[in-house]
C-alpha cells in the first residue's frame, strides 16, 4: 500500500524558532510537494522537487525553504517561524509525468505562538 | 476573482440523497480536472479524474465538467454517512503543470 509519511501530526513552535518538518514517500516517486492549508484558500504550494537535489519555488515560497537530499525523503524548512505560519502542512508526491495523481501525507498541523 | 471557486458549504443532506457539488474556474486552458475527498485530520485522496469535457462514471459518484461553461460537478448517488468530507476539485492545464485546488465543500451526511 503507499505511503506518505509526515513525521509529526501536531507540532507547537515559538517566533523565531526554526522548524523543520519531514516527509518520506515509499512508491520510489520523482516527485514531492510541500502544501500549506488554510480554510477558505484550499490548497497553496509552497516548494516542490522533481528529482533529488532539485527544487523550484511553488506560489508561496517567501518564508520557507526545502531541501531534498534523498529520493524518499523532502523536507521542508521554516527559518524563522512566524505567527501567519500556522497552518496545516501537507506533503505530496506523484510519479514521474502525469502529475493528477497526488498521494498526501496525513498533515502536520503546527502553531506558531 | 480566484482561479478556482467552490461554495465552502457546509452542505448537510439525509442519508440516500442525491449530492451535487461544483465548481467555477476562470482559467479556459485547463483540461485536466479532478476530486479529491478529504476525511478530517487526513490527507486529501483523488476521487475521480477527467480529462477535457464530459461525464466519467465510477460507482456512486459522477464527474461531469462543461469547459464552454467553465463549471465542473461532481454527483454523488444514495450518498452513506461514509462519505462525510470535504472535497476539493482540483485543475490543472497539462499533466506535467502544477495542480491548482479550490477550497473545498464541507459534506455531512446524516443518517
Known amino acids: 500500500d503507499v505511503k506518505v509519511t509526515q513525521s509529526s501530526r501536531y507540532l507547537v513552535k515559538r517566533t523565531g524558532e526554526k522548524v523543520f518538518l519531514e516527509c518520506v514517500q515509499d512508491?520510489?516517486?520523482?516527485?514531492m510537494f510541500w502544501y500549506r492549508q488554510d480554510p477558505g484558500l484550499g490548497l497553496r504550494l509552497i516548494y516542490f522537487?522533481?528529482?533529488?537535489?532539485?527544487?523550484e519555488k511553488g506560489d508561496i515560497p517567501e518564508g520557507y525553504s526545502v531541501s531534498r537530499e534523498k529520493k524518499e525523503r523532502f523536507s521542508l524548512i521554516l527559518e524563522s517561524a512566524s505567527t501567519n505560519q500556522t497552518s496545516m502542512y501537507l506533503c505530496?508526491?506523484?510519479?514521474?509525468?502525469?502529475?493528477?495523481?497526488?498521494?498526501f501525507g496525513s498533515g502536520t498541523q503546527l502553531s506558531v505562538l | 476573482q480566484k482561479e478556482v471557486e467552490q461554495d465552502p458549504g457546509p452542505l448537510s443532506v439525509p442519508e440516500g440523497a442525491i449530492v451535487s457539488l461544483n465548481c467555477t474556474y476562470s482559467?479556459?486552458?485547463?483540461?485536466?480536472f479532478m476530486w479529491y475527498r478529504q476525511y478530517s485530520r487526513k490527507g486529501p485522496e483523488l476521487l475521480m479524474y477527467?480529462?477535457?469535457?464530459g461525464n466519467k462514471e465510477d460507482g456512486r459518484f459522477t464527474a461531469q465538467v462543461d469547459k464552454s461553461s467553465k463549471y465542473i460537478s461532481l454527483f454523488i448517488r444514495d450518498s452513506q454517512p461514509s462519505d462525510s468530507a470535504t472535497y476539493l476539485c482540483?485543475?490543472?492545464?497539462?499533466?506535467?503543470?502544477?495542480?491548482?485546488f479550490g477550497p473545498g465543500t464541507s459534506l455531512s451526511v446524516i443518517p
Open positions: 477527467t480529462y477535457s469535457s
Open positions: 505530496a508526491s506523484s510519479l514521474v509525468g502525469p502529475n493528477e495523481k497526488l498521494f
Open positions: 512508491m520510489d516517486h520523482e516527485n
Open positions: 482559467n479556459s486552458a485547463f483540461q485536466y
Open positions: 482540483a485543475m490543472t492545464k497539462t499533466s506535467y503543470d502544477k495542480v491548482i
Open positions: 522537487s522533481y528529482d533529488v537535489k532539485m527544487k
